[in-house]
């Protein structure tokens, strides 16, 4: 009952915030950032400790205040998801930066490629962008309940121009068909939920990240572009790092290993450039779990 509750509340709060004017709609939810962030709860405690991976050494007023930018960040992804359907073709593609492309193209050029991304930006809007320039997307959603919320955050994807298919035991094989096709599949790669994941050493401490990029890669031939998406004062800059090349004749768990840990080092020295653009308020590191 409290699931289907929470749906039905959600789907009118996303339904309000499509009709609200910008400037209020966006405002609001700065307000909700703030004080959320006043209130210090246990997400924010989190991704204090979080970003102090990130930022060693701050003082304690100085990741205050970055760990407020990161609130209103955060909140702006959720502000832009809820009014991305309504905008523009324009609008998505003229706010986007892209660095980088010539990896991209590269990548697609001879088949699919593998997109790896942290929690950071709108991934969403810049999957839009790559859709409206005639690449082919897909990606996956991980399920949620009610099934009415995550029957619309489906459709939602998928009117951006996405195909999208939900992360469960037999995604990998929708996911080979399409890469076969030469899609750009994107897949969210720095949160291991499984908690099975990868050992990485990233910024400087062990965790685990998902197999799921590195092993599509190694099974499929296909190269991982690491990439990472921050925000602008009027939208997103993407930047698609150098590929990472699956080596199949090397051992496969090692090759996966090895390319997660490639992609670590990239989200790391990314992330350290726009740290309040990384929206990571659950615990990620072995120590903390």
């Known amino acids: ?31 909700l950032a ?13 991704y204090e400790r979080n970003l102090a991976r990130v930022c060693p050494g701050l003082t304690r007023v100085e990741m205050r205040e970055l760990s407020r930018k990161g609130m209103r960040s955060y909140m702006r992804y959720w502000c832009d998801t809820f009014r991305l359907q309504d905008w523009s073709r324009t609008r998505i ?33 810049a999957g839009a962008c790559i859709a409206l320039k005639g690449i082919r997307v897909a990606t996956v959603a991980e399920r949620l309940k009610p099934e009415s919320l995550f029957q619309q955050f489906l459709e939602y994807r998928q009117s951006l121009g996405m195909d999208v298919y939900p992360l469960d035991a037999t995604v990998m094989l929708p996911l080979m068909r399409k890469i076969k096709e030469g899609s750009l599949i ?46 602008t004062k009027n939208g997103i800059i993407l930047r698609f790092g150098s590929p990472i090349n699956p080596d199949r004749k090397a051992n496969k768990s090692a090759e996966i290993q090895r390319m997660t840990q490639e992609c670590a080092n990239h989200f790391a020295v990314e992330i350290a450039k726009a740290p309040w653009d990384w929206h990571m308020f659950q615990p990620l590191w072995s120590a903390d779990r």
Do not use: C
Not at 34 to 46: E, L, M, V, Y
């Open 186 to 231: 994107a897949l969210v790669a720095d949160r291991d939920l499984s908690q099975h994941g990868i050992p990485v050493t990233f910024f400087g401490e062990q965790t685990t990240m998902p197999p799921g990029p590195a092993a599509l890669s190694f099974q499929s031939g296909r190269p991982i572009l690491p990439t990472v998406v921050t925000y």
């Open 93 to 125: 593609v003229d706010t986007v930066l892209i660095e980088g492309e010539e990896n991209l193209r590269a990548a697609l050029s001879d088949g699919g490629a593998i997109a790896a991304l942290p929690h950071s930006g709108n991934w969403d809007h």
């Open 1 to 31: 009952m409290f699931d289907e509750f929470a749906g039905v509340a959600y789907s009118a709060g996303w339904s309000a915030t499509r009709f609200l004017p910008e400037f209020l709609a966006y405002r609001s939810f700065s307000l």
């Open 34 to 46: 703030d004080q959320s962030w006043f209130a210090q709860g246990k997400a924010i405690t989190q």
